[in-house]
């Protein structure tokens, strides 16, 4: 099979059976988004919604997209706008790591990166604020809006859950970490259409207000988020685990040493999830298990798997319970 183009390659991820030393009473299989084109979940709903706001004359060539993403999301819209001759402005803040900041930069056609904090001592009012101003101001503008617009969790719930049903015969439990809420509120209606049954685990990091947690400083992008998406309304799940830095950090190193997987952040965070979920449980029979892999480690090389990095982590938490 030869392919025109690499992002024609949307989906159709490895979905890899692991054992893993203290969960052999479950059935533990690994989803590996990375291994979309532009290394990430994200690719799903970039293409999708693109190809969705097309079909139905939303925008055109002459349309100004804007979104407002630091992370993997704006690495894949700026690809797939590119590719599709469409104009993208990104809005990042100074948190974007500078692989990301690279790539946005060479393939979108502005980036917008906000300084001042806003109230809460992040970015994100800073920047939905510039997003407001740019829809006042340019005339044939469309904001993507990740947390709000519906297409997100479409995307989800047609290519994502779909897969995974079709790979697995019989799930009993997804785990998904949570940012936008898109991949949760697809995955989670599909999945229990089939399924009825399934459990849908939602992670989310400390520090997160997603599900109604305490805000507090977060390093680790791509997981939690510092307001209540919209779309989460649309999500079917039955439980929530909160994980923090030190054990996204523990888990994503032993994912590396114990099954070869180098991956991003909120792998860890819901491979952790799982380790503790089903500790020192037992079943009749082995339940069929699904993690989300969203994304690869190498955008993380220098925090993640930096030593000095996670050592600064460590201090800070350890600062945090002495106080
Ligand atoms: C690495 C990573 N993990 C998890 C997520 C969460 O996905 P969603 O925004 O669909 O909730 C994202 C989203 O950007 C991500 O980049």
Redo the contacts with the bound molecule.
């Keep these: 099979m030869v392919y025109q183009s690499i992002l024609s390659k949307v989906g159709n991820t490895p979905l890899v059976h692991m054992q893993d030393a203290g969960l052999e009473q479950v059935k533990l299989y690994a989803k590996m988004e990375g291994f979309n084109p532009t290394g990430?979940?994200?690719d799903r709903?970039a293409a999708y919604i693109l190809e969705k706001l097309l079909r139905s004359g939303t925008i055109n060539q002459d349309t100004i997209l804007i979104e407002s993403s630091s992370?993997?999301?704006g690495v894949a819209l700026s690809s797939y706008c590119k590719s599709l001759g469409l104009n993208f402005w990104c809005v990042v803040d100074p948190n974007i790591s500078p692989e990301n900041e690279m790539i946005i930069r060479r393939l979108s056609d502005n980036l917008i990166k906000v300084t001042e904090p806003d109230h809460s001592g992040g970015y994100l009012l800073t920047r939905i604020a510039v997003i407001q101003r740019l829809l006042r101001d340019l005339p044939n503008c469309y904001w993507i809006n990740?947390y709000g617009n519906p297409l997100?969790a479409e995307a989800?719930y047609n290519s994502l859950g779909t897969e995974i049903c079709e790979q697995l015969e019989g799930i009993d439990y997804v785990f998904l970490?949570?940012?936008?809420?898109?991949?949760?509120a697809g995955t989670s209606r599909k999945v229990k259409e089939r399924y009825p049954k399934a459990q849908i685990i939602a992670v989310d990091m400390q520090g997160s207000v997603i599900f109604g947690g305490i805000p507090r400083k977060r390093h680790i992008?791509?997981?939690g988020s510092s307001m209540v998406p919209d779309i989460l309304k649309q999500a079917l799940y039955d439980d929530v685990i909160l994980v923090d830095e030190v054990a996204t950090i523990e888990h994503c190193h032993r994912l590396l040493t114990k099954h070869y997987m180098y991956t991003?952040?909120?792998s860890g965070s819901v491979y952790a999830a799982v380790r503790h979920y089903f500790a020192g449980r037992v079943f009749p029979e082995p339940p069929n298990v699904v993690m989300i892999f969203?994304?690869r480690g190498e955008r993380y090389a220098s925090t993640i798997y930096n030593e000095a990095w996670c050592d600064s982590i460590y201090d800070q938490v350890n600062k945090l319970e002495t106080v």
Excluded: A, H, R
């Design positions: 990430s979940v994200k709903s992370g993997n999301f990740q997100n989800y970490g949570v940012s936008s809420g898109g991949t949760l992008p791509g997981i991003g952040g909120s969203p994304d």
